[in-house]
């Protein structure tokens, strides 16, 4: 998100890039109805093709339309493909486009494959660096920092730095009494507030885990931080905060800190590479702890619960296919199991499966699992990775393809130059069908987009200029000259009136009045925008947000508080109100 941000802000300064490009790629532009005939309604869905005839309106793409609907098998071979954004476009489209033009006919034709697309964009523009997760460096983020600057650590789910936090404290030889941790929640503040005063003068480190969860003792620490000054405190002093992303969280302490993040990797080669470079793995002699006879039987089931672990947190990003609740399985949980094994095997001369395999399904990982059928499908993960066949067999299959297998044994770099050369992750692995992905990736662009959206939208989508004036102009005339008129309650009433045998009578009025409610809301906000929009009035602060979720094809906050719960962007949300306002009207109802 960050590296395409940067990637974009830089090709527009140099005028590579137009704002109205990347927000199409963003948004897929801004329609309410399109008129035209889907050419190719058994592929091609209704929603691709109402961005299609939009972005035909671009000047860049003059004539796409056309040449789109006289040439769309070749276009369909495009839209079969495992890879839109490498192949040849039909001609002159190919030569004629920029690397950004092409990316917008991809998430018009295939918007699953759009953050492939990014990735391969960024690594064209910038490099393959500002694709590439970077390593979780605590001594550069150390170095940073300052006695009266806090380091703050925004944590994500299935992350925990606290072992990284001790292991680095250890190094700096600030373990022991020169560190103090404390888990934040109620009664704890004053606790806290005596450690940094009593760390702030023999110059240990203190830190403070799970800051959201103290949101009264927040200003307490707003307060005591900026009071901080060099000259009063130990220059050793470090005041290290984690905290999940919250609005109570204080401005002031965020913005004088050093931030960092740990987000756990994505995809199942990098969460096992991470896995071997993380303690206790990446340890010699913890890799190397056991008896040579039993070396291969350890690296083989270490590598087997590396796997594991991958599998269980990426079926999170698979929705209630994968798992019907999101659990934060984390680093502790793959940290204690690692452990466990090694000890096992080291005290046993038998491997003692069934004793692994309860410890790691039904304690480490299955004591955050609460749903049976969850528990069920755990366990059966378990039993595949912690088989016999997995120590007895060469390179033993881990799916039926055996495009994923236990590597052959070797050392610790062995294995490390193995991962690297694990394939990308396919549905197979996760004992599911091929087409599962496509609504994974759906769900991880629409995030992509609305987070880029969140953080340049301001200054992307709406402000000032004739054209975004002209365009929300166009928007607001468009949906008020679709609005119809309110209902007539009275008439209504009449019509259908309270009685014994006719119970969805009242249902039906209260609908009605409900429908009123939002369709005011609607109506009153376009008209003073258009009279924002003209000068007449002040553009307010509600207006302003209204303006940029126009603009940028999203329902209005303003509007959603009186609505029915809707998921549609704005064209879409805007074609079903006038739909389920018909189904209400009198005229209709028989």
């Known amino acids: 998100l960050f590296s395409f941000t940067l990637c974009t802000n830089i090709l527009k300064s140099k005028n590579e890039l137009t704002n109205e490009e990347l927000m199409f790629f963003l948004t897929g532009g801004v329609g309410l109805e399109n008129t035209k005939k889907n050419p190719s309604s058994g592929w091609l869905s209704e929603k691709s093709w109402d961005e299609i005839c939009r972005m035909s309106d671009m000047s860049i793409f003059d004539g796409f339309l056309k040449s789109f609907i006289a040439d769309c098998e070749s276009w369909k071979a495009v839209y079969d493909s495992a890879a839109p954004f490498n192949v040849e476009y039909p001609a002159p489209w190919n030569e004629k486009l920029t690397p950004m033009q092409k990316m917008i006919i991809v998430r018009c034709l295939r918007p699953d494959k759009a953050l492939p697309a990014m990735s391969k964009f960024i690594s064209e523009k ?82 403070l885990q799970n800051c959201h969860l103290a949101v009264s003792w ?72 056991v008896s040579e006879e039993k070396q291969s039987a350890f690296t083989r089931l270490l590598f087997s619960l590396c796997f594991f672990h991958a599998l269980v947190q990426e079926r999170r990003k698979f929705g209630p296919i994968g798992w019907n609740i999101a659990y ?48 069920r499908l755990l366990m059966a993960l378990v039993n595949i990775f912690y088989s016999k066949d997995i120590v007895e067999k060469s390179q033993h299959k881990l799916c039926p393809s055996g495009l994923f297998h236990i590597p052959a044994d070797g050392d610790y770099e062995h294995y490390l130059e193995y991962i690297r050369t694990i394939p990308e992750q396919v549905p197979e692995i996760f004992g599911m069908h091929e087409n599962v992905n496509i609504t994974k990736e759906l769900q991880e662009t629409k995030m992509v987009f609305d987070s880029i959206l969140l953080t340049t939208g301001a200054t992307a989508g709406g402000g000032g200029g004739g054209g975004s004036d002209e365009a929300l102009s166009d928007i607001v005339n468009d949906i008020l000259g679709k609005l119809p008129a309110d209902f007539d309650l009275d008439a209504s009433m009449k019509r259908y009136p309270v009685e014994y045998n006719e119970s969805m009578n009242t249902v039906l009025v209260q609908e009605m009045e409900r429908f009123n409610n939002l369709l005011r809301t609607i109506r009153i906000s376009l008209i003073n925008m258009k009279k924002a929009i003209a000068g007449f009035i002040v553009m307010n602060a509600e207006l302003e947000n209204i303006a940029r979720a126009l603009l940028i094809g999203k329902v209005p906050d303003a509007w959603m508080k009186r609505s029915y719960p809707s998921l549609k962007p704005l064209a879409g949300y805007i074609t079903d109100f006038l739909a389920r306002y018909e189904l209400k009207n009198l005229s209709n109802l028989e």
């Open 328 to 375: 934060g399985f984390n680093e502790s949980d793959m940290r204690i199991s690692v452990r466990q094994l090694q000890i096992f095997i080291n005290q046993y001369e038998e491997i003692p499966y069934e004793a692994v395999t309860y410890l790691t399904g039904e304690c480490n990982y299955g004591g955050r699992v609460t749903d049976d059928k969850d528990r």
């Open 218 to 289: 927040m200003p307490a620490m707003e307060r005591l931080c900026e009071e901080m000054k060099p000259e009063n405190i130990h220059p050793d002093f470090r005041l290290w905060l984690t905290s999940y992303p919250s609005d109570k969280f204080p401005v002031s302490v965020l913005q004088n800190s050093v931030k960092m993040t740990n987000e756990p990797p994505t995809g199942l080669k990098n969460n096992i590479l991470a896995s071997y470079l993380a303690d206790p793995i990446s340890d010699p002699a913890f890799f190397s702890g």
């Open 126 to 207: 910038l490099g393959n660096i500002f694709v590439s997760p970077p390593p979780f460096d605590l001594h550069g983020s150390y170095n940073d920092s300052t006695c009266d600057s806090p380091i703050v650590f925004v944590l994500s789910p299935g992350a925990d730095p606290m072992a990284a936090l001790l292991k680095f404290a250890s190094q700096m030889s600030m373990d022991g009494d020169k560190f103090g941790a404390i888990s934040l929640g109620q009664g704890q503040g004053p606790i806290a507030m005596r450690m940094i005063m009593a760390a702030m003068e023999n110059g240990s480190w203190v830190c």
